[in-house]
């Protein structure tokens, strides 16, 4: 462990081969795991909770306490998964006693600047781009890519998968396997390009295509759209991956195509 320079609370659970640059601040009640780096000016807050093999660029500011008035100092933790890195001044929040963490997951490239507010959760393999910003309570599933200056409002969710263009205000659910853009936020298609990166063959995209047919395209509304859909087309776990969504949506899911 190098740390000249560096304040390292003697508190904190550093594993041996963690390398921390001069001018970094780790607080008491961290733990950082083996293989990571973190670069010079980080602060790394009370409740960080950091997995294997992370780098964290100069600037970044994690688990400090949350944006939120009610916050009365409970004791919360952020984890941070394995593999996982943090580029320059981002901001990431610990969670308050609704969820009492911030949670993101494993293998995610978490881009300058970006904020991720109390009681998220990130799931693995996720990318979001420059200025992207997340406010409290918000669910983002796995491989979900934010370009650049994407705006999440709070308690939304975002499915596995999906694709949102860079400076969406996103203020309804976002389904998973699809792109979003426009204003307001609507349905332009589904990821096929990620689709394919990951695996999925040519039968289940069109799968998937056909689903979102029925859902955003054939002007019924999304009760209607789900009973055919779970009527019509055989169960799968992508079929029941998007019903499952969709039932459980509290802010109700994006519109579909949006003209002027």
């Not at 790394?44 to 008035?69: H, L, W, Y």
Request: hydrophobic fraction near 35%; glycine fraction near 8%; charged fraction near 20%.
């Amino acid at each position: 462990m190098n740390q000249p320079l560096a304040y390292v609370h003697p508190g904190a659970k550093i594993a041996k081969n963690v390398v921390i640059e001069p001018f970094t601040t780790i607080h008491n009640n961290v733990v950082i795991g083996e293989g990571t780096w973190i670069g010079s000016n980080v602060t790394i807050m009370e409740g960080a909770r950091i997995g294997k093999n992370c780098s964290i660029f100069p600037g970044a500011v994690i688990s400090a306490t949350p944006q939120d008035k009610k916050f009365n100092d409970e004791d919360t933790i952020t984890e941070i998964g394995d593999n996982t890195t943090i580029r320059e001044c981002v901001t990431i929040n610990r969670g308050t006693t609704d969820r009492m963490k911030t949670k993101i997951g494993k293998n995610c490239w978490i881009m300058a600047y970006c904020h991720i507010a109390h009681d998220c959760i990130v799931g693995d393999n996720c990318i979001f781009s420059n200025n992207s910003t997340l406010a409290g309570h918000i669910n983002v599933g796995d491989y979900v890519v934010l370009a650049g200056m994407a705006a999440v409002q709070q308690f939304c969710s975002i499915g596995n998968h999906a694709f949102v263009t860079g400076g969406s205000l996103v203020r309804k659910d976002v389904p998973p396997f699809v792109k979003a853009a426009r204003e307001p936020l609507s349905y332009v298609g589904i990821n096929s390009i990620g689709l394919r990166r990951r695996g999925f063959t040519t039968e289940k995209i069109r799968e998937v295509q056909n689903i979102y047919r029925i859902l955003y395209q054939q002007n019924y509304n999304n009760s209607q759209a789900v009973a055919i859909i779970e009527a019509e087309m055989e169960a799968t776990t992508e079929r029941d991956e998007v019903l499952e969504f969709i039932k459980n949506s509290q802010r109700g899911i994006m519109k579909g195509y949006f003209s002027n």
